[in-house]
């Protein structure tokens, strides 16, 4: 089954948001891609998990076993590729090692009904902010590197919390994307999400006379990892979904330059983190409105030709490869609906 396009236009509207985080210049209204854009690629993963295990009808027998291998070689490779750009340096946080270990957890929830996945949404939400600076004042963790705690409770990424993104991006898609009272749920859904998150923390943070620990913990600020936080991010996360989606269908010439880059979101990560590596860290500490607007028209330049011409970024080509040799039992190969790489 063909890709849906506009799952491919989130996706490339959080890589390229993620890299407005790190390289955009200072303004309030480019403000808005920091923490957001980051979740919303965390939310996508759940989605390629879905689909890449059946979508809305999930695989059974062995083609649910394949699917499942499938998953956890694509966590190992993200692991290694984000361990390799850790390294590197950078003045830039990497995602991915935190991703992998999601891709693991999601491995193990194929067959979870889309109820349960969104009482665990909510109950991550709800409690793991607070058992997170718990374990915080238990457990020493370096941050940056600081191997498995760090991934777990990290500052920037931790997936104690973080994993209520995914659940939601699996739930969604379990509940069928195509299906317009899905759509109509996301969007009632994602606006009740935003104003309960991002409203809370405003009148929480001017009502209270917090301390240290209540601040963290009342905060909408991007990576602050609480419950406002989440939940904002969870809201504005599934309204670009929805509206990823109608435009998609409904101007897909316009939007290609960008569902491509989407398409290639791992050779877009990877390359800019690398180009960041080679042009020092002032492109981070000392960004620019032209260093900015250089990266998004070549990173969308470049993924809109590749696409056109060669199909699949070199990332996205190495992943699938060894994904699908890991996953190939010699009996029945899974066809996936919309095989996100």
Same mark, same amino acid.
């Given at each position: 089954?063909?890709?849906?396009? *506009?799952?491919?236009?989130?996706?490339?509207?959080?890589?390229?948001?993620?890299?407005? $985080?790190?390289?955009?210049?200072?303004?309030?209204?480019?403000?808005?891609?920091?923490?957001?854009?980051?979740?919303?690629?965390?939310?996508?993963?759940?989605?390629?998990?879905?689909?890449?295990? +059946?979508?809305?009808?999930?695989? /059974?027998?062995?083609?649910?076993?394949?699917?499942?291998?499938?998953?956890?070689?694509?966590?190992?490779?993200?692991?290694?590729?984000? #361990?390799?750009?850790?390294?590197?340096?950078?003045?830039?946080?990497?995602?991915?090692?935190? &991703?992998?270990?999601?891709?693991?957890?999601?491995?193990? %929830?194929?067959?979870?009904?889309?109820?349960?996945?969104? #009482?665990?949404?909510?109950?991550? !939400?709800?409690?793991?902010?607070?058992?997170?600076?718990?374990?915080?004042?238990?457990?020493?963790?370096?941050?940056? *590197?600081?191997?498995?705690?760090? %991934?777990?409770?990290?500052?920037?990424?931790?997936?104690?919390?973080?994993?209520?993104?995914?659940?939601? *991006? @699996?739930?969604?898609?379990?509940? /069928?994307?195509?299906?317009?009272?899905?759509?109509?749920?996301?969007?009632?859904?994602?606006?009740?999400?935003?104003?309960?998150?991002?409203?809370?923390? $405003?009148?929480?943070?001017?009502?209270?006379?917090?301390?240290?620990?209540?601040?963290?913990?009342?905060?909408?600020?991007?990576?602050?990892?609480?419950?406002?936080? !989440?939940?904002?991010?969870?809201? #504005?996360? %599934? @309204?670009?979904?929805?509206?990823?989606?109608? %435009?998609?269908?409904?101007?897909?010439?316009?939007?290609?330059?960008?569902?491509?880059?989407? $398409? @290639?979101?791992?050779?877009? &990560?990877? +390359?800019?983190?690398? #180009?960041?590596?080679?042009? +020092?860290?002032?492109? !981070?500490?000392?960004?620019?409105?032209? *260093?900015?607007?250089?990266?998004?028209?070549?990173?969308?330049?470049?993924?809109?030709?590749?696409?056109?011409?060669?199909?699949?970024?070199?990332?996205?080509?190495?992943?699938?490869?060894?994904?699908?040799?890991?996953? /190939?039992?010699?009996?029945?190969? $899974?066809?996936? !609906?919309? /095989?996100?790489?």
């Amino acid at each position: 089954m063909r890709r849906i396009e *506009g799952i491919d236009l989130a996706r490339g509207l959080a890589v390229l948001g993620m890299v407005t $985080a790190h390289v955009g210049p200072d303004s309030r209204w480019l403000e808005i891609a920091d923490g957001r854009s980051a979740a919303l690629f965390v939310v996508l993963s759940g989605v390629s998990v879905a689909l890449m295990s +059946g979508g809305a009808r999930p695989v /059974d027998g062995v083609r649910r076993v394949q699917a499942r291998v499938k998953v956890l070689s694509r966590a190992f490779i993200l692991l290694g590729v984000g #361990v390799a750009l850790a390294a590197l340096n950078t003045p830039v946080v990497v995602i991915l090692p935190t &991703y992998a270990l999601l891709f693991a957890v999601a491995a193990c %929830l194929l067959r979870t009904r889309v109820s349960t996945l969104l #009482v665990g949404a909510g109950v991550v !939400v709800l409690l793991a902010p607070a058992l997170r600076v718990l374990l915080e004042g238990r457990i020493t963790a370096e941050l940056n *590197g600081g191997g498995i705690i760090d %991934l777990v409770i990290g500052e920037y990424y931790p997936a104690l919390v973080w994993i209520a993104y995914l659940l939601v *991006g @699996l739930a969604v898609t379990r509940a /069928d994307l195509r299906a317009p009272r899905t759509r109509a749920a996301l969007l009632i859904g994602g606006a009740v999400a935003t104003v309960l998150g991002y409203g809370s923390a $405003a009148v929480l943070t001017r009502v209270l006379d917090a301390g240290p620990t209540l601040s963290r913990l009342i905060t909408a600020e991007p990576h602050s990892s609480s419950t406002p936080e !989440v939940l904002g991010n969870i809201g #504005v996360a %599934l @309204l670009t979904l929805v509206a990823c989606l109608w %435009l998609a269908e409904r101007l897909p010439r316009l939007v290609a330059p960008l569902a491509a880059t989407g $398409a @290639l979101a791992l050779t877009a &990560y990877v +390359g800019h983190l690398l #180009v960041i590596w080679l042009l +020092g860290p002032d492109v !981070v500490w000392l960004p620019t409105v032209g *260093g900015w607007l250089a990266f998004m028209v070549v990173i969308v330049g470049a993924c809109w030709a590749s696409r056109a011409t060669v199909g699949r970024g070199p990332a996205e080509w190495a992943l699938h490869r060894v994904a699908a040799r890991a996953a /190939d039992t010699g009996e029945v190969r $899974a066809t996936p !609906v919309g /095989d996100p790489t």
